[in-house]
Nanobody, 120 residues
Framework: VQLQASGGGSVQAGGSLRLSCAAS????????MGWFRQVPGKEREFVAG????????NYADSVKGRFTISRSNAKNTVYLQMSSLKPEDAAVYYC??????????????WGQGTLVTVSS
């Protein structure tokens, strides 16, 4: 199975983007999914996670109220709607499968990353 993240781009502060993570080769229906982000020179940071059913979500404090994670098991895709973007949100965003909490070691499959830049 492969995860393909897309939707990154360049946006001004206060703007919005929606990231998508599509799976191929296997259904994601039984997997919790998460989004992480990483800036060069810094550790990978948890952003949001969603349980396999979509009933439970976790968010980093830094994005609560601004980002929304969702999923469509029918489309085998997980989304991250990002609003009110700030320059500090700029990073490479990765989707991952396996869990939905903040511990990146509990995820066993990672996508390739999509770059988000936010200008002030």
């Amino acid at each position: 199975v492969q995860l393909q993240a897309s939707g990154g781009g360049s946006v001004q502060a206060g703007g919005s983007l929606r990231l998508s993570c599509a799976a191929s080769g296997r259904t994601l229906i039984s997997y919790g999914m998460g989004w992480f982000r990483q800036v060069p020179g810094k550790e990978r940071e948890f952003v949001a996670g969603i349980s396999w059913s979509g009933a439970n979500m976790n968010y980093a404090d830094s994005v609560k109220g601004r980002f929304t994670i969702s999923r469509s098991n029918a489309k085998n895709t997980v989304y991250l709607q990002m609003s009110s973007l700030k320059p500090e949100d700029a990073a490479v965003y990765y989707c991952a499968a396996g869990n939905y909490d903040s511990n990146y070691r509990r995820y066993n499959l990672w996508g390739q990353g999509t770059l988000v830049t936010v200008s002030s």
